[in-house]
């Protein structure tokens, strides 16, 4: 149940009035703020505004009344102690370019909702955002985890993860997401809590492919198995904590939008395995699927970094119309018939490259006093 608009209350912004950014706002709400959400068009802020529902992104949802909202970003933005981002990855950089001016004098909190990176850069958001708006990077946080908007509009009791190179940063941001149907984590690797949200929409669009071919479960569960090593590999080269991975913005992520059909990336998957071209299933999609924008950048980052991503890569043949869905199953690691091990990187029987790695940083971190980044903690 909404609580009752209290003016005393926190006041904090969100920016972008789609499924996931109208759910957080619900959630913001929901933990006692007063939420003024931005909608590029007029009506849908009037919508939410005037008859707290948002019929487009979530039917049958009522939103809360200390929920209100404008399309116009200045009058969203004034007054609020934390900010919420929740646009396109692709679109980001240009809706910063408008803040930019809006929040040259605060100091408060700036949080990123989206999992994607920015096609032409390859920048992480977190990246974007600090490079747009020039601020402190301790100033920025992301949220991440697995977060079906619909489910959690309904109230359906689900966790996220709250990261940011400031602890003090993450632990606020979190106090103020968090509900009775809702409870957010704290960690400081940025980099792991953001790659664990881009990487697993690649794997879901893999599963929604072979889904749409009609392979069944335990083709599946191996695309997520060895998804998971993938994602693992690639961002703990990437400077990642691994075991973020095998926490709520990793693995619980990984496991939900690989087995909803409300995930828009298994949905977009799925309908390429049915043999629609790329061009169709984006004018069939009523929002942006992050996984096939962030596909080409994900493996161009690999490529510079030495990693081999066999799944990642025939998800983008198959986009390129260059590999029958129907032949991504059959070589799900290697086209090399050399058996190798189950936590293999590079053709390294031994033991993980990404694993190695993680250690050699904790030891030279312990060597000099440093430490390491925290675990999923509420």
């Known amino acids: 149940m909404s609580r009752k608009p209290d003016t005393a209350a926190p006041r904090v912004a969100v920016i972008g009035s789609g499924s996931w950014g109208t759910t957080f706002g619900k959630v ?15 009506e849908l802020a009037h919508e939410i505004r005037e ?12 939103l809360p009344r200390s929920m209100t909202a404008t399309h116009r970003l200045a009058e969203a933005l004034d007054g609020a102690e934390q900010v919420y981002l929740a646009v396109s990855s692709q679109a980001l950089r240009e809706n910063l370019t408008a803040i930019r001016p809006l929040l040259a004098e605060g100091t408060m909190p700036v949080v990123s909702l989206m999992k994607g990176v920015e096609k032409r850069s390859g920048l992480r958001m977190s990246q974007v955002i600090q490079q747009e708006l020039e601020c402190d990077p301790s100033r920025i946080a992301v949220a991440s985890g697995p977060n079906l908007a619909l489910e959690i509009a309904r109230q359906q009791p689900t966790a996220a993860v709250i990261a940011s190179s400031s602890q003090e940063t993450a632990e606020a941001v979190a106090r103020r997401s968090r509900n009775a149907y809702f409870r957010s984590f704290v ?3 940025v980099i792991g809590t953001e790659f664990g949200g881009v990487l697993k929409n690649l794997i879901a669009v893999a599963i929604g492919i072979v889904d749409g071919v009609g392979y069944g479960e335990n083709t599946k569960a191996s695309i997520i198995t060895r998804g998971l090593v993938e994602m693992t590999d690639f961002a703990v080269v990437q400077g990642a904590q691994p075991e973020t991975l095998q926490g709520l913005a990793g693995l619980g992520d990984l496991i939900a939008t690989c087995q909803s059909p409300l995930s828009r990336n298994n949905t977009a998957g799925r309908l390429l395995g049915q043999g629609y071209s790329f061009q169709d299933v984006v004018k069939q999609m009523d929002q942006t699927a992050e996984g096939l924008a962030s596909v080409a950048p994900v493996l161009q980052l690999a490529r510079e970094a030495g990693i081999r991503m066999p799944i990642v890569e025939q998800v983008k043949m198959v986009l390129d119309g260059t590999m029958n869905p129907r032949d991504i199953a059959p070589h799900l690691t290697t086209d090399d018939d050399k058996p190798t091990g189950e936590r293999t990187h590079h053709g390294d029987d031994s033991s993980s490259g990404a694993f190695r790695r993680a250690l050699q940083r904790a030891f030279d971190q312990f060597r000099h006093g440093g430490r390491g980044a925290a675990g999923d903690r509420p």
């Open 51 to 62: 008859g707290k529902r948002n019929s487009q992104y979530l039917p049958g949802i009522n």
């Open 187 to 189: 960690n400081t690797d």
């Open 28 to 42: 913001l709400a929901d933990g006692g703020a007063r939420v003024t959400m931005w909608a590029r068009r007029a």
